[in-house]
């Protein structure tokens, strides 16, 4: 290997990347983009439910029901309704996402002491939001429940009840329940790979389209030294996203950083070498753009974005689902940013993880070697 | 005219489907988006793997394990009474939930004190945490509410009888709230998105850099002509894949589809208006192939994720609200779970339907003016 | 080893390349001295670039075998880059990067040692003529000044061996000619140059020639061998008022094997030339003007592959 010749390539290639604005704005403008999009506007936390109401009732006790929902930030009251026609407008339109129907007998049911059954119509189609949403509603109707057994002891002049039991919630490691402080050191990850996705799965197939691959596969140039030069400004541009995403993370986003700051450098720098080997290979067996991009965005952007356990959790997925992604390197990665972020803990718990990364990076580099023929056809 | 759209046509498809591997791309990747968003993607919480730290080991600590257990939400892993193991497990992630009751939790019941139940959660997937939480809240919350009622029957006889409210929910359109009736539909409109896009930008640059782009502009072709044998391949391809996407996601996932097939084809036909319009429009912005997927990927990607295919667009802050608006993804997304879980016809869902044939025709002249610009 | 093929800059013998059912390349065997400059001639489609490829080390052969520089084609490829300079048919150089900055690459490929650097990119700028071009965009140049600059990388680093395909293609005469005389220079310094082409004219220029019509060598030699000792035929030339009503009749004669255009007359190709003349005097009468002429290579080209059609002609007729 001969480093002039690599640095050759890899001047070449930077030099290309610079001529074009867009590949450098798309290196850069991207993954900014995305940290500003889950930073701040994309979230799965549900507040504000748009609610209607109808009251049948309207006593009292029900209006002490009602009130209950709209004193919680959970449900915003878009409006009262009188009839089934109007409700169910409301839902099918999307206007509410959910609709409480008071019986009239409600308060006379309540004040002998017996069930109250009250009706909650929710709009399942997003079903995330209606399990949210209807645990919400329960939360409301358990602390009316709640309420009215206190009334109840207080109107006939009992002794203090306390409340049976007490539910302490602890939540380790993001206290404040942000899901930004879970999302944007994952999202690391999704950074990583839409890089190799969108640059390094274009560079060879963009060669040999135009014809300076059959020029440079007719020099000495060694297919080892060629990838590596061509490895190197992705790399670089890569490791400058993980530098900006870390420090937005820290500046803009205020996600906390416990761990070794070193040591998520350490997996970036191996991750990226991977993922960008990946991207390279793609690039290499294709020779052609257009299928270069589509197989690249179905094989590195799409697993990293959804099964890497960056937005939707490992454990909920089918055993069938769970399995595959032990094949997707980016879970690893992910689990080791989520660690290093928000657990503060290290290589003594994250060895298995580290180790599968070092793994996929050492091997993707190798694959891309083997590959890469230097020959016509 | 038509001769020529033919032969436009006919090369187009030829082009694209010489290469096989591009059959399987534009076929198979819709398949794999489904797969993944019908089976993976999902945000159902159940059989959370829980630790119990029971340090009091009594009937009522045991029977209020039993109701979390019985719930299927929660899935007990094991039980201890080391601190220690209940940090390492947290630490690597083996469990999502702890149950934690201190020694003397039945005393404190029966003596009418108020006895405390610590659910610690692992935060770093804080979606799943507020959901257990929740779960917690609710079994943690009946069980509280049922002692009451006995404590107040016991101290004050008859006269304590209590009422209570009892939540009946029905989950309309969805109603065993199954994620892949929220999602699958939804691959459809990005799956149809993303074909045209790339596909059209792409394929009009082609022609661009190899050259014989020019060769076609010095024969009679009108740009318009050109510009339909650019497209309808694409649509059709899309088309296509409407098809192929439905027909798994009712005969395999086994979503419902309540409302009118045809009303999806023209949603359709107004969608790929627009999508078909921007990959255009990209072409004109782009020299190189290269260049084209960038501008495409810029556009797709803050599209998906500001369209209300994973997040709720009522969720995010106003602004990023109002930019919705001029999101076409949005508008078909609103129409085709309309179609698929609702049932609901264009009485509901002519607003979308209107800004969609809006939508669509403004880009279609922005881009066939530009188009003839950047020829002439 | 035996003392001549030291001399042999490159060898190869029944060399083939085969994609699928269809032969590119077959059995081509023939060899070229160091110094030579030895030229490839043949209609498109032929089997000229094949065959260069395989030369360089870029397409394996399926068949055959030959030597570049001492180095095998199929086990030594890597060794016969190290010693060659590669001009392909489509431009290959980076459109995006301007002049300077190509030269510099190649001259990072090439490891040229940095005492040499500059002194060789001054040396190929002045000599494609780009000193007020060294800061262009590649991609904006014209065809011409892309085919000196492709030249130019190729010789950079001064190999003993070129190959050049079809270098001159589109190129304005006067280029053409200054080419020829840059390649006659570095024939006289050792540097053999193996390059094709279809320009009948240029294969004047070369030492020696192959003619390769579907893949095969139909004939091989110095420019005067091939048009004293290989064509059978002799040539007329004729010149009259109307040739091209003259062709038709003059072609119904006897012993006429080919009538073709040529300038303002027509060249005559026919079994005896003394008959032939007489016959067509009579013909067209005193006011044109027969002679019997040198063959060009055009003519010899011509008739070499009429003849291989005719060979092939009555085999098919076989088949049917």
């Given at each position: 290997m001969k480093p002039l010749r690599v640095w050759a390539v890899a001047r070449n290639e930077f030099i290309h990347v610079i001529r074009d604005p867009r590949s450098l704005g798309m290196g850069i403008a991207i993954p900014m983009l995305l940290l500003l999009l889950f930073g701040y506007a994309l979230t799965l936390d549900v507040d504000n439910v748009p609610l209607v109401v109808w009251d049948q009732s309207e006593s009292p006790a029900s209006r002490q029901l009602v009130s209950g929902f709209l004193g919680s930030r959970y449900f915003l009251l878009r409006a009262y309704v009188h009839n089934y026609p109007e409700m169910e407008r409301a839902v099918d339109s999307g206007r509410a996402l959910m609709a409480l129907v008071i019986p009239n007998d409600f308060s006379g049911r309540i004040e002998s002491g017996r069930l109250a059954p009250v009706q909650i119509i929710v709009d399942g189609s997003d079903s995330n939001t209606a399990t949210i949403a209807m645990g919400y509603a329960d939360v409301v109707a358990l602390a009316y429940s709640q309420e009215v057994a206190m009334e109840t002891t207080r109107r006939i002049g009992g002794r203090m009840i306390h409340t049976p039991l007490d539910l302490r919630p602890r939540v380790w490691f993001n206290a404040d329940m942000e899901s930004k402080n879970y999302i944007i050191p994952g999202l690391i990850a999704v950074i990583m790979m839409v890089i190799a996705a969108l640059l390094t799965s274009l560079t060879v197939a963009r060669e040999w389209e135009s014809g300076t691959m059959e020029q440079l596969i007719s020099t000495p140039l060694k297919g080892s030294e060629m990838i590596l030069g061509k490895l190197l400004p992705y790399l670089a541009i890569g490791m400058l996203d993980v530098l900006l995403a870390v420090a937005m993370g820290q500046f803009l986003f205020q996600v906390p950083l416990r761990g070794n700051v070193a040591l998520l450098f350490a997996m970036a720098a191996i991750f990226l070498a991977g993922a960008l080997s990946l991207g390279m290979v793609i690039s290499i067996v294709t020779k052609s753009q257009l299928l270069a991009s589509q197989l690249a965005m179905v094989l590195t952007f799409l697993p990293s974005f959804l099964l890497s356990g960056f937005m939707y959790a490992i454990g909920n997925m089918p055993h069938a689902i769970q399995l595959v992604t032990y094949l997707i390197p980016a879970r690893y990665f992910v689990a080791l940013l989520k660690g290093i972020y928000l657990k503060g803990i290290g290589l003594e718990i994250l060895a298995l993880e580290a180790g599968l990364l070092t793994v996929f990076g050492g091997a993707m580099v190798l694959f891309t070697n083997l590959k890469f023929k230097k020959k016509l056809v | 005219m038509w001769e020529r759209i033919k032969h436009m046509l006919i090369k187009e498809f030829i082009q694209i489907f010489r290469d096989p591997r591009m059959k399987g791309v534009i076929f198979l990747m819709p398949i794999v988006q489904l797969l993944v968003f019908g089976y993976a993607v999902t945000t159902d919480v159940k059989n959370v793997a829980t630790l119990v730290h029971d340090l009091d080991n009594s009937v009522a600590s045991r029977e209020l394990v039993s109701r979390f257990v019985k719930s299927g939400y929660f899935s007990v892993v094991e039980y201890t009474d080391s601190e220690d193991r209940v940090r390492e497990l947290m630490d690597r992630g083996k469990v999502g939930a702890v149950l934690r009751m201190n020694k003397g939790f039945e005393d404190d019941l029966r003596a009418g004190r108020t006895s405390q139940l610590q659910v610690i959660v692992d935060g770093t997937d804080s979606n799943t945490a507020g959901i257990v939480l929740n779960y917690s809240s609710r079994i943690a919350g009946q069980f509280s509410t049922e002692l009451l009622t006995q404590r107040i029957l016991r101290s004050?006889?008859?006269?304590?009888q209590t009422g209570r409210v009892v939540v009946e929910t029905r989950a309309w359109f969805n109603e065993n709230l199954e994620s892949r009736n929220f999602y699958v539909p939804g691959v459809i409109a990005i799956i149809v998105m993303l074909i045209t896009l790339m596909l059209t930008s792409m394929a009009v640059v082609r022609e661009k850099e190899i050259g014989t782009m020019e060769q076609i502009m010095v024969t009679p072709i009108t740009s318009a002509e050109f510009i339909l044998g650019k497209t309808v391949p694409f649509a059709l391809i899309g088309f296509a894949d409407v098809i192929l996407i439905t027909l798994i996601g009712v005969f395999w996932f086994e979503v419902p589809i309540r409302g009118n097939l045809a009303l999806l084809f023209v949603a359709t036909a107004l969608y790929l208006l627009t999508t078909l319009s921007i990959g255009l429009f990209i072409s004109t912005v782009s020299q190189t192939q290269q260049q084209a997927m960038m501008s495409t990927f810029f556009f797709y990607l803050p599209a998906v994720l500001l369209s209300g295919f994973m997040f709720p667009i009522a969720n995010m802050p106003p602004l990023v609200q109002w930019l919705t608006y001029l999101n076409p993804l949005r508008y078909f997304l609103v129409i085709i779970r309309g179609i698929f879980l609702k049932g609901v016809g264009p009485s509901i869902l002519w607003p979308q339907l209107l800004a969609l044939a809006v939508m669509g025709l403004l880009t279609l002249w922005l881009a066939a003016k530009r188009f003839h610009k950047t020829l002439a | 080893m035996n003392a001549s093929s030291n001399e042999n800059a490159v060898v190869v013998k029944n060399l083939e390349k085969r994609f699928g059912s269809f032969t590119a390349v077959n059995r081509v065997s023939f060899e070229v001295q160091k110094g030579e400059i030895f030229g490839f001639l043949g209609p498109n489609g032929a089997g000229k670039s094949t065959t260069i490829r395989m030369l360089c080390g870029i397409l394996s052969p399926t068949g055959g075998t030959g030597t570049v520089a001492g180095f095998d084609v199929r086990t030594e490829p890597e060794k016969i880059k190290a010693n060659i300079g590669y001009m392909s048919q489509k431009f290959s150089l980076y459109e995006d990067l301007t002049v300077e900055e190509n030269i510099n690459f190649y001259s990072g490929i090439y490891r040229i040692p940095p005492e040499k650097k500059k002194e060789r990119k001054e040396w190929v700028i002045e000599m494609a003529g780009l000193q007020d071009r060294r800061h262009s965009r590649t991609g904006i140049l014209s065809g011409g000044w892309k085919q000196r600059l492709a030249f130019g990388c190729a010789i950079l680093h001064e190999p003993p061996i070129i190959f050049l395909d079809?270098?001159?293609?589109?190129?304005?005469p006067v280029s053409r000619r200054q080419f020829w005389d840059l390649i006659y220079e570095l024939s006289g310094k050792g540097v053999t140059t193996f390059v094709t082409t279809h320009y009948m004219d240029e294969a004047e220029y070369c030492n020696r020639i192959g003619l390769i019509y579907r893949g095969e060598l139909i004939a091989i030699g110095s420019p005067d061998t091939l048009k004293t000792e290989f064509m059978q035929e002799e040539v007329l030339e004729v010149i009259c008022e109307r040739p091209q009503d003259a062709m038709g009749e003059i072609e119904k004669l006897r012993g006429i094997q080919e009538v073709a255009l040529f300038g303002k007359g027509l060249h005559v190709i026919a079994q005896d030339a003394g008959r032939a003349t007489s016959d067509i005097r009579n013909l067209l009468g005193t006011t044109a003007s027969v002679e019997k002429i040198a063959p060009s290579l055009e003519d010899v080209f011509v008739s070499l592959i009429e003849s291989r059609d005719r060979a092939d002609q009555p085999q098919q007729e076989v088949r049917k």
């Amino acid at each position: 290997m001969k480093p002039l010749r690599v640095w050759a390539v890899a001047r070449n290639e930077f030099i290309h990347v610079i001529r074009d604005p867009r590949s450098l704005g798309m290196g850069i403008a991207i993954p900014m983009l995305l940290l500003l999009l889950f930073g701040y506007a994309l979230t799965l936390d549900v507040d504000n439910v748009p609610l209607v109401v109808w009251d049948q009732s309207e006593s009292p006790a029900s209006r002490q029901l009602v009130s209950g929902f709209l004193g919680s930030r959970y449900f915003l009251l878009r409006a009262y309704v009188h009839n089934y026609p109007e409700m169910e407008r409301a839902v099918d339109s999307g206007r509410a996402l959910m609709a409480l129907v008071i019986p009239n007998d409600f308060s006379g049911r309540i004040e002998s002491g017996r069930l109250a059954p009250v009706q909650i119509i929710v709009d399942g189609s997003d079903s995330n939001t209606a399990t949210i949403a209807m645990g919400y509603a329960d939360v409301v109707a358990l602390a009316y429940s709640q309420e009215v057994a206190m009334e109840t002891t207080r109107r006939i002049g009992g002794r203090m009840i306390h409340t049976p039991l007490d539910l302490r919630p602890r939540v380790w490691f993001n206290a404040d329940m942000e899901s930004k402080n879970y999302i944007i050191p994952g999202l690391i990850a999704v950074i990583m790979m839409v890089i190799a996705a969108l640059l390094t799965s274009l560079t060879v197939a963009r060669e040999w389209e135009s014809g300076t691959m059959e020029q440079l596969i007719s020099t000495p140039l060694k297919g080892s030294e060629m990838i590596l030069g061509k490895l190197l400004p992705y790399l670089a541009i890569g490791m400058l996203d993980v530098l900006l995403a870390v420090a937005m993370g820290q500046f803009l986003f205020q996600v906390p950083l416990r761990g070794n700051v070193a040591l998520l450098f350490a997996m970036a720098a191996i991750f990226l070498a991977g993922a960008l080997s990946l991207g390279m290979v793609i690039s290499i067996v294709t020779k052609s753009q257009l299928l270069a991009s589509q197989l690249a965005m179905v094989l590195t952007f799409l697993p990293s974005f959804l099964l890497s356990g960056f937005m939707y959790a490992i454990g909920n997925m089918p055993h069938a689902i769970q399995l595959v992604t032990y094949l997707i390197p980016a879970r690893y990665f992910v689990a080791l940013l989520k660690g290093i972020y928000l657990k503060g803990i290290g290589l003594e718990i994250l060895a298995l993880e580290a180790g599968l990364l070092t793994v996929f990076g050492g091997a993707m580099v190798l694959f891309t070697n083997l590959k890469f023929k230097k020959k016509l056809v | 005219m038509w001769e020529r759209i033919k032969h436009m046509l006919i090369k187009e498809f030829i082009q694209i489907f010489r290469d096989p591997r591009m059959k399987g791309v534009i076929f198979l990747m819709p398949i794999v988006q489904l797969l993944v968003f019908g089976y993976a993607v999902t945000t159902d919480v159940k059989n959370v793997a829980t630790l119990v730290h029971d340090l009091d080991n009594s009937v009522a600590s045991r029977e209020l394990v039993s109701r979390f257990v019985k719930s299927g939400y929660f899935s007990v892993v094991e039980y201890t009474d080391s601190e220690d193991r209940v940090r390492e497990l947290m630490d690597r992630g083996k469990v999502g939930a702890v149950l934690r009751m201190n020694k003397g939790f039945e005393d404190d019941l029966r003596a009418g004190r108020t006895s405390q139940l610590q659910v610690i959660v692992d935060g770093t997937d804080s979606n799943t945490a507020g959901i257990v939480l929740n779960y917690s809240s609710r079994i943690a919350g009946q069980f509280s509410t049922e002692l009451l009622t006995q404590r107040i029957l016991r101290s004050s006889g008859p006269l304590g009888q209590t009422g209570r409210v009892v939540v009946e929910t029905r989950a309309w359109f969805n109603e065993n709230l199954e994620s892949r009736n929220f999602y699958v539909p939804g691959v459809i409109a990005i799956i149809v998105m993303l074909i045209t896009l790339m596909l059209t930008s792409m394929a009009v640059v082609r022609e661009k850099e190899i050259g014989t782009m020019e060769q076609i502009m010095v024969t009679p072709i009108t740009s318009a002509e050109f510009i339909l044998g650019k497209t309808v391949p694409f649509a059709l391809i899309g088309f296509a894949d409407v098809i192929l996407i439905t027909l798994i996601g009712v005969f395999w996932f086994e979503v419902p589809i309540r409302g009118n097939l045809a009303l999806l084809f023209v949603a359709t036909a107004l969608y790929l208006l627009t999508t078909l319009s921007i990959g255009l429009f990209i072409s004109t912005v782009s020299q190189t192939q290269q260049q084209a997927m960038m501008s495409t990927f810029f556009f797709y990607l803050p599209a998906v994720l500001l369209s209300g295919f994973m997040f709720p667009i009522a969720n995010m802050p106003p602004l990023v609200q109002w930019l919705t608006y001029l999101n076409p993804l949005r508008y078909f997304l609103v129409i085709i779970r309309g179609i698929f879980l609702k049932g609901v016809g264009p009485s509901i869902l002519w607003p979308q339907l209107l800004a969609l044939a809006v939508m669509g025709l403004l880009t279609l002249w922005l881009a066939a003016k530009r188009f003839h610009k950047t020829l002439a | 080893m035996n003392a001549s093929s030291n001399e042999n800059a490159v060898v190869v013998k029944n060399l083939e390349k085969r994609f699928g059912s269809f032969t590119a390349v077959n059995r081509v065997s023939f060899e070229v001295q160091k110094g030579e400059i030895f030229g490839f001639l043949g209609p498109n489609g032929a089997g000229k670039s094949t065959t260069i490829r395989m030369l360089c080390g870029i397409l394996s052969p399926t068949g055959g075998t030959g030597t570049v520089a001492g180095f095998d084609v199929r086990t030594e490829p890597e060794k016969i880059k190290a010693n060659i300079g590669y001009m392909s048919q489509k431009f290959s150089l980076y459109e995006d990067l301007t002049v300077e900055e190509n030269i510099n690459f190649y001259s990072g490929i090439y490891r040229i040692p940095p005492e040499k650097k500059k002194e060789r990119k001054e040396w190929v700028i002045e000599m494609a003529g780009l000193q007020d071009r060294r800061h262009s965009r590649t991609g904006i140049l014209s065809g011409g000044w892309k085919q000196r600059l492709a030249f130019g990388c190729a010789i950079l680093h001064e190999p003993p061996i070129i190959f050049l395909d079809e270098p001159t293609a589109g190129v304005d005469p006067v280029s053409r000619r200054q080419f020829w005389d840059l390649i006659y220079e570095l024939s006289g310094k050792g540097v053999t140059t193996f390059v094709t082409t279809h320009y009948m004219d240029e294969a004047e220029y070369c030492n020696r020639i192959g003619l390769i019509y579907r893949g095969e060598l139909i004939a091989i030699g110095s420019p005067d061998t091939l048009k004293t000792e290989f064509m059978q035929e002799e040539v007329l030339e004729v010149i009259c008022e109307r040739p091209q009503d003259a062709m038709g009749e003059i072609e119904k004669l006897r012993g006429i094997q080919e009538v073709a255009l040529f300038g303002k007359g027509l060249h005559v190709i026919a079994q005896d030339a003394g008959r032939a003349t007489s016959d067509i005097r009579n013909l067209l009468g005193t006011t044109a003007s027969v002679e019997k002429i040198a063959p060009s290579l055009e003519d010899v080209f011509v008739s070499l592959i009429e003849s291989r059609d005719r060979a092939d002609q009555p085999q098919q007729e076989v088949r049917k």
